[in-house]
Structures are given as C-alpha cells and as structure tokens.
C-alpha cells in the first residue's frame, strides 16, 4: 500500500494543507475537512456548490425515519452557500482559471480555510479568502467569513448568501418546511422532520465591510437568501461574513424563536473567532498529543483528535458518537462498540466529563435494550449492535441487491454480534476506574453492568455433554466468521462481565445499601441469579490451550482450512470479497483481531489470559492471519499496540501510519462516507498506550516509552482520578543539542528537480524563449543558464532587464510562460527521468534514507506524478511552500522540517548555482551536479547522478568530513 | 359505504367543481386535479405552496434507480410555484380569511382553474384567478395564468414564479443540479437524474399585462425564480402567465437548448390556450361519453376517460401507462396488466395510435422478459408483473417493516403472477382484431404472441399422475391466494394464448412467409414445441365441472374454509387485513374476480367456457364471496358488467359508481397515491360493454343497451377496423317530451334548509339583529320574516332600506354577518333537525326517491354536515350554484337537473314565500311548511314536517293532480 498517494497535501505540526483543487476527489476531500464542535459536524463542501458536492451539515441526536435501517441522522439544511459573482460571471473553480490555490485546515484553531486567486472566463482576477468554523464556544452557532479583492480589475460583485432548505441524505430530504421570512435583514428557515417529527428552527444573518453594500433579504422556498452587492476595487479587500445559528426541539420550546434571538445577540465575527479560539486552546489543553521528529505523524494524530473533539457532545448526554461521528453517512449515523472500545479511552483519560456523556447516554437507551432482549426471548438488558436515538436495534436485516434479479444479504449482526453488551460494561469499568466517579457508578453505570449481566445469565447454555456453559450462534470481533460457537472473545468477555457485575453488587451492598436494595428489587437480582452468574464464571468455555498458549477463536477454528494471504497479494479488496462471504467463512482468515483484541483488552488489567507470552505465541498465530489492509479499520491501532510490545517496531509503525492516515489518505478507499472514527479513537490508544506504554499501577499512571525509529520527543497528558499527569517522553539516546555532523547522520537527501532528476529546464528554455521572442526581449540559451534555480518571477525578471513594464503585465507574463510550461510537461514520463536518478533513490529508499523534493517550481508535483516517482518522495518542497526563493534557504529548511530532521541530518543535490548558495546558507550539506563554474561551490561536485550510488556518496560525506573545514 | 361523502364538490356534464378549500384533503385533491398531456402529469397542488404539499410533475420514461422497488418514475422540478406578496403579506389560504373559493377542472378543455377572493390579515382584500393547462398542442409546455385584481385597496404587488430544482419523491430527491441561468428575462435549469443520467432542461419565461410592471430573474440554487412587482390598484385586474418548458435527453440531444428554445418561440399565453383547447376537442371528438340523466355518472365517467387520455403517451412508444398513471407516486410508476387488461379497450376502440404505442412498449421491453424467462431457468419471454425502462423485473421481493423488531412480508408477485404475459397478448390480440393493424401484427405482434408462447412451453408441467399438463405454483388473477396450482383464470389464458399463437404461425406463414420463417429462426420455433403447444392446449388441467358449470378456482379451492363476508360488515378493511395473509389464504374468500374475470374476458369472442348460464351459476357460487368493496379496484367495473349481463341492475350500477368515483370521491381512501388507471379503464368497458351492450359481429359492432334507472341517453363512438361507428342509446321507454305530471312521476324531492329541516333562520336573525344594532339600523323579529328565503345581499338591502352604503361597506356588512352567523353554526348538530326531518328523509331514502338541498346559503353545505345528513342528500345546490337567487327558479332546476330529473319529477320543500314563488316560476310542485299569509301560494300547505310521512304527501299529490287546476 503506498501510504503517500496524495501528493497534493502538505503536513505541518499543526495544519493541513490542500495545495490542489482535484473535482475527482472532492467527496473525500468534504471528509477530510469536516469541523463541527460537538453540537454540529459540517463536511468541507465548498461554498460556492458543484453538481456532485455531498454536502453535510449533522446534528447530534436528529434522526429520522428511512426504510432498510430504521433511522438515520437527517442531513440538516446546509448553511455554507456562498455564491460569488464577478462583474456578472459567477465564480466557480470548474470554470476560468485557477491561478493559485491552498485550503488549509488548522486544527490548533479549528478553522478551515481557503485561498483561491481566480481568472474569470472574461479575464478578471480576483482574490478570495475564505474562513468558516462551528464555534466551540457557543454552539449554536456558525460563521463564515469571505474576503474579496479583485486583483486586475474594477467592477460589481454580488454576494448571495443561503440556507439550503433541500439537504438530502443520499437523495433523500428528511425535512418539511414549516415556515421561512426575515426580520430587519436577517432570514430564518423553520423545519421540521418527517417522521421524529424534530423541529429546527435557523437564523441566517450578513455583515459587510470595506465597501458600499446593499443587503437584500429574500425568500424563494426553501432558500432564504441573504444578497449584497457593492462596486469592488482593484486591490481593495471586501469582506462578507455570514452568521447562523441552529436550534432543535431537542435543545429548545421555540427553535425558531431561539435562532432568531441567538442571531440577533450575537457579537461581531471577529469576537466570535476569538471566543472559538480560546474555547480550542482549552481543549488541546487536556487532549493534545505533541510528536516531534516525524511531522506526517505529528499532523496525523493531531488530526485524528481533532475529529474525535468535535463529534463528541458536550452539553447533551441523550446522545453518543456514530460510528462515522458528525463527519458523514456510513452507517447512518448509528452507535456501535466503536464508542465504548475504541473512542472512550481518549475520552476517558482527557476529556471525563464527555465521556461521561457518553457512557450516561447508554442508560438512557437501555430501554431499547430491555426491548431487544423481550424481542429475542431473552432477560434483562440486551445492547443493540446498531443504536440510534432509542436504542432499540437499527442494525438493517437485510442488504438488497440493485439487479433486478440479484439476491438480498442477510445480515446477521444484529442478531449474533452480542458482544456488544459486555463491551458497553468494560467502559463502564474502565471509566469508572480511570474517574472515581461513584456517584455516576451509582447511578448510572451500576444499573447498565447488572442489567446486562441479568441478560448473559439468560443467554448462556449449559451443555450437559461438555458439562460447561456455552454461548453459541455468535458472531465475534471477527466478522469474517458468521456462526460461532465459544468465540473466545465474547466468551471471555461475558465472564469478565459476570465478574464484574459480581463486584459492582458487593461494592454497592457495601457502600449504597439502599441503592443495592432498589436494583435488586427493579432489576430482579435473586440470589439463584447471582449463583448462576458465578456457576457460568466458574464453568464458561475458554478455549485455551495451555500446552501451546493457542487460544482457538471458536469451536473448530483450527480445523477450517488454512490460508496464506501471501498468496493474495498485491490486492485491493477484503478478503471476503475476494473470498465470498461463505468462502470466508470456512477459513482460517480473520476480518479484524479477536483473540488479539482480547489479549489487547486483558492487557492493561494483565488479567486472563493476558501474558506476553500468551499474547507472542497467538500473535504469531493470528496476525499472519489477519485481513489488517482491507478488513476491518479497527484493526491496524490494536495490532500496532501489540505489535509494539512484541518489539516488532517497523510493523507497529506501519499498521499506526494505516490507521493514522485512513483518512486523510483514504487508505482503504472509503473515507468519503466519513470519518473512521474507531481508528481515531485507536490512534490515541497506540500512541498513548503502545508507544507511550503507559500503565496503570496503584499510583496512577507510568510511561515505558517504545518511540517508533525517527520520533524525538512525544509529549501528552492524562488525568487519573481527577488529576492530570503529563508526559514527555524521548527517543533513547536521542539529544539534539549533541546531533555531531557525521555521515552515519545523513538521514535525508533533498533534491532539486530540474537538471537533477529530470530535464525540464529545456521545457523552461523553451517557455522562455516563446516568450522571450513574442516580446521581442533578447534571450538565448546562455541567458538561460542563468535562471537555473531561479524563480519564476526572478527569472523574468532578469529577461525583461530595463525595460519597464507594469505589474500587471509582469503577472501576464508569468503565466503565459508558465502556461507554454505547463503544455510542454504534459508528456513527461519515466523516460525523463536523467540517467542515474532512479536507481539512487531507489538505493536510498533501500537504506532508510529520507527523500525530499526542493524544487521552486509550482509544477514539482505533477512533474513528479508523471516521472513516476512520487512513490519515493517523502515531502515535496516546492514554488508553494515558502516565500523567499533560492538562493534563500528557506525552501530547503522546510524540506527538512517536514521530514522531520535538522539541517545537519541532510544533504541537498543541485544544479544551480543559487542552489548550492541557498544549501549553504542553510547549513546543508551541498553536492552539486555540473560544471564546477556553475556548481563549485558545492560541498561536492559530480557531473550528474549517472553512475552514483549511495555508497559512493557516503564515502565522499565522510572524506568531507575528515577534511579541514 | 358512503359514496357521497364529500359533499364540497359539485358535479356538471363536463366540471368537476371543489368549493371548499379543506387542510386536511390536500392530498386527495392533488390526485384529483390531476393534469396533463401525455407526456408529463402533474398533480394538483396549490401554486402558492403549503407544508405538507405533495406535489409531482411526472414525465413518462423519466425512470431513476430507487433501493427496495429498483426503479421508480422519478418526480421532476415542479412548475407551479408562484408565489404572491400582496403589501408585504404572502397569499396563503392558511392564513387571512377567504371570502370565497372555487376550483375547478374543465374536462371538455383540459383547464385547472381556481378562484379565491382573500382578504389578509392585514386586511386588504384581493380576487385571485388561477388557470393552468399541460398544453395537448404541445407536448413540451405548460402555462399558468394568475389575474390579481385589488378589491379594497392600491399597494404594491410581488410575484415570484418559480422552478423548484428540489422535487421529491416521498423524500428523496432523484436530481442533480448542472447548471442553471437566465437569458433576457427568461431561467434556465439542467438537472440529471442520479443513477439513469438522463437530462432534463426547463425554461421559465413570465409575461405581465394590466399594470407597469418590473420583470427580474433572480437563481438561487436550483430554484430559477422570475419576479414581477408592481403597483395594483383596486378594481383593476393584473394577468401575470408564467410559461415552462420541459426536455429530455430521451426527446433531444441537447435539452436544455431545447427547452430555451422552445421558450423563446412560444407564442402568447392565448394563443396557447387556443391551440390546446383545439387538440382537446379533437381527443374529446373520439373520446367523449355522453349521459344524460344522471349528471354525477355523466361528469364521473368523463374524469375517468380525462385522466386516461392525459396519461396516454403520444409520441413515445417505449413507454406505457403506469397503474397510478402520471399523477402519483403508488406503485413507482411501474406498469401492470392493469394497462393490457383494463386500460387498453378504451384507446383500442377510440384512440387506435396511442393504443399502438401503448403495445409497442411491450415490444421495446421484451428483451427485460427474456432476462426474467432466463433468470428463473424458462425459454422465451416472461413478462415482469412489474415492468418500467427496460422490461426487467421490477416488483418489490421485501416489504420491509417500520419497527426494528417487525418482519419482512415476502411478496410473491414476481415469482408467481405469471398470467401478465397471457394478458399482454390478450391484449396485442384485440388491438389486432379491432384494428386490423396487419403491419403492426406482422412487425411487432406476433414476436410477442409467440417467444411468451415458447415461455409456456417451458413453464407448463406435466403430470403423470393425473395425465394432464398442470401450472403449479402460482397466483391468478385473485391475490388472496398466494401459492394456487391450477389457478382455472391463468391456465384458460395460457390454453387461449397458445391456441393464438398457432393461429398467428400459420397466418404469418400464409400471409408474410419471410416473417414466418425469420421468427421461426429466431425464437427456434421448431415443429417440436408447436406440437407440444398443441398438446397442452389439449390436455391442460381446467377445472370446470359440466354438472355444477362451476369452475373451481384452483386445486382445491372448493375444500378451503368457506366465509361470510356478511359476518364482517361493517368494515372499512380488506378481509385480507382482517384475516391476515395466511387466513385470506386458507379461506374461499377473493380479492377480486378471478374465474369469473375469465369469463369476462372469453364474453366478448363467447369462447369456452363463457355461457351466460355459466357465468350465472359462478356469478352466485363467486360474487358474494368477492371482497369487491376494499380488495381490488380492479374487481368493480368487471361486477358491473357481469351484474348488468345478469339483469342486476342496482347491483351492476352500485358497483359502477364505486368504481367511477373511486378517486374523486375517494372511495378507498387511497386516491391521494395517485389515480387508479384500471378502475377508470374498467368504466369505459362497463359503460361501452356492459350498459351500452356493445359487441362485435362479423358486420361490426351492435348495441344492446341495458342503461342503469334514471340513465335517459348515452352516446358515444368506436372505431372497427377504421371506421367509426356512432351510438345514441335512449332509455327503453322514455320520452323526455312525453312524461306526464303524475304523481306515480314524483322522483325527487328538494328540500329548503333553514325554516325547513333545521331551525338555522333563528341564527340568521341573530346575525342580522346583532349586525343592524352595531349599524344602527332598525331591525326586529318581525323584519327578519320578510328574510326567509331571501339571499344575503337581497336581505341586507331590506334591513338598509334607503340608507346610502358604498359598495364596499356593502360587502363588508354581508361579510360580518355571515361572520357572526357562522361563528353561531359551529355548534349545530343531529340534535338541531326540525322534528319530524329525520325521519321523512329516512322514509324518501327507503322509497328510492333522490334528495337534493335547494338552499340560498352558502354555508349549507357545513350545516347539512354538522347535522349528520349528508349521506341522506344526493345534491347539494347552495349559494354557490346559480346567479339568481330566489324567487328566481334557478336554484330548484339546477337541483332538479343535478338529480337527473325534469322539473315536473320534483317537488320542492319551503317555509318562505320566496322559495314558493321560485319553485312555482320553475313549475315545481310547492310544498309550503308555516302560516298560510307565508305560504299560502304554495299547492300544498303543511305547519311542519312533523308527523309528516311520504305516504301522506303522495296521497296529497295524487289529490292535487285529481284536482281541477
């Protein structure tokens, strides 16, 4: 899997930056760049709308009727339309000219942005500046802010600012309008669901500035509209800030009423960023993970955190996280074990009054439960495996077919995957234990633990034959297996349970005896219950071999045919795919882990039958086995974590990198339908509790560090029993104050693009040249060899001489020679590449060596696509990345900052002169390729890279160093 | 069950009227103010909009991909919105006051038309007058007019008219948004269905005549919108026409510059009208039915044949009319033997070219028939039970359930209702017979006949046992019974299908042998399967008893449970709802004709095993066991014909009129899914066949009429073999210019209300005295006699005398009372009738004489409901139906002509010398209820209705005409 597909994204400590508007990946893209503040989420859709966009703004806790899966969170009417027009040609990014382009989201502030300088298709330039967030503050509300600045022109712009009445859940529009209207010059939309019959009520209000405006409210159905439109000025900025808030029934009497009040009292826009701001800073505060050393991970699990921060309800405890948070509609917006077991521990350790909520939205469901377990003929309190606004399961029974004569699917989870219940309880404890919270225990928690297990005692069978308990009919962790018998997962798990439901009893007899009497009355829990509970501990089958420390997943597991996923390889799809699902089935292959996961969930408490040993001999076992590429996402963070305490660094860091980029890369191809939110959750547990190592002992918690190779420093903090511990914790032996300039420290090799990996510079000649003689401006080849490494405008710069143009002109020019460039490069391919090159990166890549591009061309990255390299290039510094060209450093400094190493630790390969200026100005090792009077400079000179191999290097960087400086 | 239950309706030869807007029957009356043209339909939903609105604009073919049902018509943008700003108030009848309200559907030309004169809650008063048709001239257009004339006021108008790019089906939204614009002062909108990609292009264009208007456009999102503002002044009428386009990629290359085209060469609105009202006349021409006698049956079976021929396609013949036709959203748009079976007749015998079309889609869908012949392992072509694009198979498997813990129904219909593809030839047989289309035949007639006969083949089983060739496992034409072997209506169809198709091979080989021999090739029709045709036609199992002549549905039929569906009533159900599906199963208990369907359809050519005695000996053994009232709508035309064959007139006319008002009357309760396209085909067979008697001989059709009771005339057309044959039935015996005034003639009674049959006049006074002491004006009981009968305005000019009143004051004045009257009337109830009221209604009821009200008021209509005795009034004529008011005869004649009766058939009931002097301007016979010096005129004076029964009014009528006069 190549984990670096997508070469238009820059990583810093702290944002992520889009450097390319791609239309075949905006669906992906409207995930990535989702905000919400735990209220709302809102995909990053773009304001100004595209035929295909899936727009998404969701609201914890609205969910409405549909017909295969009961219920799903209603898509909620969209409040980002923003649509420009520019002296009468509306703007669009599929339409005109992108001229430059940068979306970034900074998770520190929770801010998406964009800027775009876009040409008209009449040829006027504009600068747009966009800014959105869904207040952390004040939750209620959005705001969207738009800078306009013509660059080339004067003229009328219009701005029309919507609600879009008409979202729609994959086609379907959950809404009815009530009523719409304006007051003073503010617009509000009153709707209501078809079904849950939940009414939202929405202001919409605009300010401008920086121009003589006009603001017209009006009012089409559906589609209040807010309209301003004022005569814009060549270089002067207008701004356009856009306000909503949203209230619910659920929230509110009045919704309507509420919006419009909430809109009417709000403050400017830029005190609402402030109290935004502010709100985030307090919560990074508790939650931030900080890396150092490899910046890709660093935004990565920043990243993750930030998604898991806006899904999870602060003021609402009736609700919890879907499984694909506020961020999309996989799973409709349902509940599974992702919350309790994969996104709780973040919760728990940093943010306990969110995990609360949580956990209390558990026992405000539990009555769907009761009416699950009534349903199945069962007792007491049975989870459903999909939960939704009642609890009751909404896990759909069948999977139709779109071919007329295609068969349904039946789905068996909502029938087997019983798990669910004791996963619910391990939250329960682990939150308990981790908070001290006894009065939630008391109650809330207590009730869930004891319900549940009233639940296993009816579930359970015994088996005279076998004389043991047995629970039969399962599906496990694992999905892959439909009919289990004795998983040992759920088998395990329910004796856990059981045994903590025991305790749970005792600790209240003992503490709330009148509690204690109240549950045993309600819940029925007669002393044969609880014998029975401690004959099913004592008696549960748990197939452990003790002879070979094998746990076998189900009755049988052994005994189905083996398989070697070797064999399947390269492949793009899960196993059960390729498989079928009966194929699946009758073979030793797992979707995710499941006695791995069991081991992982024992490991903390080091109970049965957690011991590294156990978990190394069925590690061994089972991960071989394990679909962990395109199986389950929740699979990679655990096996990262395991992998990590067997030593197995290299592949604890690959699985983390799987999990930590599933969706920024789409590694699995599905990121479009939203966020992995277990994956997120298990991001922090890997870093927290793998790398970190962290365990709980009596008093409280302690670190052993395992940092993956390249990690300098990782810093977080947790809090135990109300008080937080903080961490920072650093690579053994790692001391950047010490770093020698030695060649054994060469761990990153920068490479200028043109002249060095390939030949574009004769593309450049040539794009000048044309130039060059349309304006009857002197140029030749040996002008040329003069604009070696130099920019764009520098370079025509020194074309152009003394002869005066204006500024204008000069932008003109620019483009038209990037755009004869840009036409030329079109058919590069790998057999562009100069002699040499490939097989040196490759070799570096082979050693471990980081590869950078720094290159000051704005073209790097499709020159780098079509050369067919991208998959050896660790970071692409290019023409975007920073402001001061060569001979400045400041190009290569960043190159080595995102690969995460000082200066000292690279080296930079040029051609040009100004090249080998801006290396050593960077302190960087400079080898330079060419004449010695265009790169003598250079550290080391060479004639290209035909014929060098690292080795070679290596030893001319150590005879360098040897040398007398 | 109530036929008459909505008694705001009035009914003319050729309108149907509505004179009460009511919230709750919205969706009701969308279905039934259905238009259209034959390429779209659209439903008839307000123009200004309301929460719950279904509004639906559907195009033939217009086919998306949906989960569950595969595929459904999907609904398009709808047109009709406009939107009103009278002085910043928006027109909503939910909101202000209506004053009065008309709409009403105009057969003959195809116009939906809507009068309202609103007064806002600001209180200005506007007359709105709305008109729209689905041009029949132009297949591409529709227009809406709006004249807005100011009662009370100057002020500034607004009207928005609108395309809503957001349509929906039941929620979902199959559209995507390309590209929308403006051009002048016309909008544009590109839209692509999702999953199909087919394009649709709209053009919206406005024109204002009567006032100095501004004209924008303006383009939200998906909802182009064209506004017009101006300056309205009192009494002056401003006509605002809003035109739409519509093209799709099934019609045009490139739809959306059709559409703008077709925009920009449309001539005006009148012109338009002109045309469209042409080709109505011309449809009607060959279409028409006429009645006399009976104006209800005369206006029920035009909407019948109106909503046929809106939904036949003109132009296309890959597509077909679907079992809700154009006009809602049941049944997805899917096509049925409802079409072949129920629907065809009527365009084979009067619209031949759209009957052709409508079988040429069957022809274009055969490959969808092979798919499913190869899906369930059989040879040729398997017709789907549900057809839409393609042919393939389209019926639900799954009725998913709403509760998560609810069950799936299995539905079998695709698996086992095969009888559709007998029922398709059935049909392409008729055409051919009735046509004498030999090239139609030849090119796309036969193929059908023979690759479904070559499916028989395959399907047909044969039984050792019993020697005999079987079809097991089916459903006939009865639904009760899921799992049937040799169902006697599927496998005397597939006998008569294969008995067709051997006759069509050798008129194929004698008359075109190319044909012959390239189909022969092509569908393999090898000697061997022709023989086997033979030998199932021979010995297929028909299980018909010559001693009993009863047919027994299917195997065992006659061992089921036997019913009493007398037991039952009164319901309002199915008994399949009651029994549940298993216990409609097991019992002799049908949803709809099923053997005697058979005979129905073997009636016409008198083929095996139609007789008349047959038919009377099933008729008793099946009909009462016959679920007619709740099972299928398909079951009441084919009674009524069967009933009328057998001399059952009441019976044969009862169920005609359950089925000709089954969606105006809503008599299933499930009109507002859509108009039902077989019941209202059923009534062009029961009307033509069954009362007119028509039937074929070798020289062309004969009639024998068999007209229901009061039926005096009925005309109508058909086409044989390209000639028209013209038929005017009279009633046997009747002469309209010899009927005597006997009082063996009296067949109807009109009733006055106030004074009369409830005591209302004392509200009217009260009204009146509280209305003349606020003005001041002198007014007591005694000036309130001189009231009786008299109409509003009329009374007001009394109680005024010579006092000078504006006009406006005027009408104020009539408004406040009415006001005050109305506000009285809230409370009337069964408790309010007059003595003795109740039980002469009751007695003329019983006596079979009609009933009608014959009442000034406008506010009859609420009143008669309130006192519980609408069911007992066949007509209701009100303030609403005439110019003149009393003493003026027109009310009594109009109800006299609204009941199918003369003048001389009818006598009228009064307390008012008015009302006496009208009914003897009308030369009714007067009964006068109160004081001589009141009614003395009157023939007959009595002081009450008390103790007044029918048997001593008869003796007084014979008396009066004893009578010198």
């Not at 009233?454 to 399962?474: A, C, D, L, P």
């Not at 044969?528 to 002879?547: G, T």
């Not at 060419?930 to 030893?955: C, F, K, M, T, Y």
């Amino acid at each position: 899997m190549d984990l670096n597909n997508n070469v238009d994204f820059i990583y810093t400590d702290w944002s992520l930056i889009e450097t390319r508007f791609d239309p075949d990946k905006i669906h992906h893209r409207e995930t990535v760049f989702t905000i919400g503040n735990g209220y709302l989420g809102t995909r990053g859709t773009f304001e100004e709308g595209y035929s295909r966009a899936t727009p998404a703004t969701l609201l914890h806790g609205v969910f409405d009727d549909v017909p295969i899966v009961y219920t799903e969170l209603a898509n909620c009417p969209d409040w980002l339309p923003l649509s420009i027009t520019i002296d009468g040609e509306r703007f669009r990014m599929d339409r005109g000219e992108i001229i430059s382009y940068e979306r970034k989201l900074d998770l520190r502030r929770g801010i998406l942005s964009r800027f775009i300088r876009w040409r008209s298709t009449g040829g006027k330039t504009v600068d747009l500046q966009f800014e959105r967030f869904a207040s952390l503050a004040s939750e209620h509300v959005t705001a969207l802010r738009c800078q306009i600045k013509p660059v080339d022109f004067d003229g009328l712009v219009e701005v029309q600012a919507s609600i879009s009445g008409y979202p729609e859940n994959q086609g379907f529009n959950h809404w009815e309008l009530i009523d719409q209207g304006s007051i003073s010059k503010a617009a509000w939309l009153n709707l209501r669901t078809r079904n849950s019959r939940i009414t939202l009520g929405m202001g919409l209000g605009m300010n401008v500035s920086g121009a003589e405006a006009s603001v017209i409210v009006t009012n089409p159905p559906g589609y209040p509209t807010v309209i301003t439109s004022f005569q814009a000025t060549s270089g002067q900025a207008v701004t356009v800030d856009k306000l909503v808030t949203f209230f619910t029934s659920r929230d509110v009497e009045n919704p309507v009423q509420a919006a419009q009040q909430e809109l009417a009292d709000l403050p400017q826009y830029s005190t609402l960023l402030k109290e935004h701001s502010l709100a985030w800073e307090q919560a990074w505060d508790k939650s931030d993970i900080a890396i150092e050393g490899d910046v890709r991970a660093a935004l990565a699990v920043r990243y993750n955190l930030f998604q898991l921060l806006i899904a999870a309800p602060t003021n609402d405890d009736r609700v919890s996280i879907a499984a694909k948070t506020l961020s999309g509609f996989g799973y409709r917006g349902h509940v599974f074990w992702d919350t309790e077991i994969f996104i709780l521990p973040f919760f728990i350790y940093t943010q306990p009054e969110l995990a609360r909520n949580l956990l209390t939205y558990r026992y405000h469901t539990i009555g769907g439960a009761r009416r699950k377990a009534v349903h199945y003929g069962y007792k007491g309190a049975m989870y459903s495996w999909e939960s939704a606004d009642t609890g009751d399961e909404v896990t759909p029974r069948w999977l139709p077919p779109n071919d007329p004569y295609g068969e349904d699917i039946r789905i068996w989870c909502r029938d087997r995957e019983i798990h669910i219940s004791a996963d619910v309880v391990y939250a329960v404890w682990s939150y308990w234990l981790v908070s001290g919270d006894d009065d939630w225990m008391r109650d809330y928690g207590a009730e869930i633990i004891l319900d549940t297990a009233v639940f296993w005692g009816s579930r359970v069978e015994y088996s005279t034959k076998y004389e043991q308990y047995e629970i039969r009919g399962v599906i496990g962790a694992d999905e892959y297996h439909e009919l289990a018998n004795n998983n040992a997962f759920t088998n395990r798990m329910v004796q856990w349970h059981l045994e903590k439901a025991i305790a749970t009893q005792d600790w209240l007899r003992e503490k709330y005896p009148e509690k204690a009497k109240e549950l045993e009355t309600r819940l029925q829990l007669t002393l044969s219950r609880r014998l029975r509970w401690q004959d099913i501990i004592a008696n549960l089958a748990i197939p452990y071999d003790p002879n070979t420390k094998l746990i076998e997943q189900q009755d049988g597991f052994f005994k189905l045919e083996d398989i070697n996923l070797a064999d399947y390889e390269p492949r793009t799809k899960s196993m059960q795919t390729i498989l079928t699902i009966e194929g699946a089935n009758k073979r030793q292959v797992l979707k995710q882990p499941d006695v791995l996961m069991l081991l992982y969930l024992m490991r903390e408490s080091q109970e049965f039958p957690y011991t590294l040993e156990i978990l190394e001999k069925n590690w061994d076992y089972y991960a071989p086995r394990t679909d962990i590429t395109y199986g389950s996402s929740l699979g990679p963070a655990i096996h990262a974590i395991l992998a990590s305490d067997l030593g197995k660094t290299d592949e604890a860091y690959h699985n983390f990198m799987q999990a930590a980029m599933v969706d920024i890369e789409d590694v699995r191809g599905n990121a479009h339908e939203g966020i992995h939110g277990a994956s997120a959750g298990g991001i922090w547990q890997a870093v927290v509790f793998g790398f970190g190592g962290i365990k709980l002992t009596e008093n409280g918690p302690v670190a052993t560090a395992h940092l993956p190779q390249g990690w300098k420093r990782l810093q977080f903090k947790i809090n135990w029993r109300g008080d937080w511990h903080e961490f920072d914790l650093k690579a053994e032996g790692t001391n950047m104050e010490t770093l020698h300039n030695s060649n054994s420290n060469i761990k990153g090799v920068i490479f200028d693009l043109d002249g060095v990996l390939t030949d574009t510079a004769e593309y450049h000649y040539l794009g000048w040249q044309r130039l060059a003689d349309e304006e009857g401006l002197p140029f030749n080849r040996e002008a040329n060899e003069e604009l070696r490494g130099v920019s764009r405008r520098e370079s025509l710069l020194k074309i152009i001489g003394d002869k005066h143009y204006s500024e204008e002109q000069i932008l003109e020019m620019m483009e038209r020679k990037n755009r004869y460039y840009v036409e030329s490069i079109e058919n590069i391919s790998p057999k562009d590449l100069l002699p040499g090159a490939l097989d040196l990166l490759e070799e570096l890549r082979a050693a471990g060596i980081k590869i950078a591009l720094g290159s000051a061309s704005k073209n790097a990255r499709p020159v780098v696509e079509k050369l067919g390299i991208a998959k050896h290039i660790d970071v692409i510094a290019d023409g975007y990345s920073v402001q001061q060209p060569k001979p400045a450093p400041d190009l290569f400094l960043f190159a080595a900052k995102e690969l995460g190493l000082a200066p000292n630790e690279c080296i930079v390969v040029e051609d040009a002169a100004a090249g080998i200026e801006a290396a050593k100005a960077g302190k960087i090792i400079a080898v330079g390729l060419g004449p010695s009077e265009r790169v003598g400079e250079a550290d080391i000179v060479l004639p290209s890279l035909e014929n060098v191999h690292w080795q070679d290097l290596q030893a001319k960087l150590t005879d360098l160093i040897l040398q007398p400086s």
